[in-house]
Structures are given as structure tokens and as C-alpha cells.
């Protein structure tokens, strides 16, 4: 599990095609820390440490993961946002968060607001039952809060707000129009949307 929180960035060194993709990650983490089958969110994308040194980690990243993660995401000099997984009793300062991609979305509009800027993302249909306003979605791994909902026929766009220090902290700093984004909604509403499904079944 974990909670939305970036406290790295973390920059692909190289990329290799065995049996999966093998990454090696650059990272200000102190690696003697990492033991080896650790879980490390890589921007939303909880990827498992099958080796490390200092300064770097590595994951396999098998084919599935590459299918419906961000197209050309795991390529050589991309940078990632960071998580380590939580620990019982520390601080929850985002919301949980698994590590599982439950979508793709695209930044659409970018727009200054003061000093933050707000971000339209648009994304398929499948996952506008599960987001609303002032929910919670997680976008390349950054808990974040949904402000407006805007259905389409053929999906539908959401915004969220970046303040400076987020944008300062993770890879949105660099954040424009077009790019693609690992979407995971909040559990609650994962949840909520199956016990509807199966009571709407159970009506039919």
C-alpha cells in the first residue's frame, strides 16, 4: 500500500528485454534500506526490487503491466515518480493507494490559476462512474483531488489542481498538454462501483 505522497524522483538508467522488462532505476533512496522484494511505486505502477546497489534499484516489468501502463513510459532517461511502501503507523498524508493502473488518461488543457495551474485530463468511459468532485484519483502515482467532472458521449474530462510544491516535488513539473497518465481510482469507489454491479445483477 501506498499513500499518494512522492518522496523521489527516480530516473530509468537503462531498460533490458529478458523473459520481462528489466529497469534499473537511479535513486536518491537510500538502497541499504531496500531489501529485495520491496515494493516501490514507480509513477502509480507498484513494481517489485529484484536488485540494488548504491543508488539504484532494479524491477521487472512484465508485459501485461506495459499493455496498460502510459505508452513509451518505460523507456531509457524517463524520469518516475517514487513511493516506498507504507508502514503501520505512519502518517496517511494522501489517501491508500495500491499501485494497480486502472486506466490511461491524456492532459488535454493546461491553465494557470494564481500561483497552481489546473489540469484537464480526459479519459474513457469505463472509469467516470468512479470519479466525482472533491474524490480522490491517483495520476502517475500523485494522490490528488478531483474538481470537476465533465461526461462526454464518447468519455469524459476531469480536473485536478497542481500547486507549486507538487509540481516542484514530481515529475509535473514538466507537466503539458498531451501527455499520457497512469489513472488509479480511489478503492473506496473501486468497491462501491462492484457492490452496485452485483446488486444491480442480483435485481435484473
Not at 518522496?7 to 536518491?28: F, H, K, M, P, Y
Not at 509513477?43 to 506495459?66: K, M, Q
Not at 502510459?70 to 532517461?77: L, P, R
Request: proline residues 2%.
Amino acid at each position: 500500500m501506498f499513500t499518494g505522497i512522492i518522496s523521489d524522483i527516480g530516473t530509468i538508467r537503462s531498460i533490458e528485454q529478458r523473459g520481462d522488462l528489466r529497469a534499473v532505476i537511479g535513486t536518491g533512496y537510500d538502497t541499504a534500506t531496500i531489501d529485495l522484494g520491496a515494493s516501490i511505486s514507480c509513477s502509480g505502477v507498484c513494481l517489485t526490487v529484484v536488485d540494488r546497489a548504491p543508488g539504484w534499484f532494479a524491477v521487472d516489468i512484465s508485459g501485461e503491466t506495459v499493455s496498460r501502463t502510459a505508452q513509451g513510459q518505460w523507456a531509457a532517461g524517463n524520469r518516475l515518480n517514487l513511493e516506498r511502501a507504507m508502514k503501520l503507523g505512519e502518517e496517511l498524508g494522501g489517501h491508500i493507494v495500491t499501485g494497480h493502473v486502472d486506466g490511461i488518461g491524456e492532459v488535454t488543457a493546461l491553465e494557470s490559476i494564481g500561483d497552481s495551474r489546473k489540469v484537464t485530463i480526459s479519459a474513457g468511459s469505463e472509469l467516470a462512474p468512479f470519479l466525482a468532485p472533491k474524490g480522490s484519483v491517483t495520476l502517475d502515482g500523485i494522490s490528488l483531488t478531483v474538481n470537476t467532472v465533465t461526461d462526454r458521449p464518447d468519455g469524459f474530462d476531469f480536473t485536478v489542481n497542481i500547486i507549486p510544491h507538487t509540481a516542484a516535488v514530481t515529475t509535473f513539473d514538466a507537466l503539458g498538454v498531451g501527455r499520457v497518465l497512469n489513472i488509479e481510482i480511489d478503492v473506496l469507489a473501486r468497491y462501491l462501483g462492484r457492490m452496485r454491479s452485483l446488486m444491480e445483477n442480483h435485481t435484473a
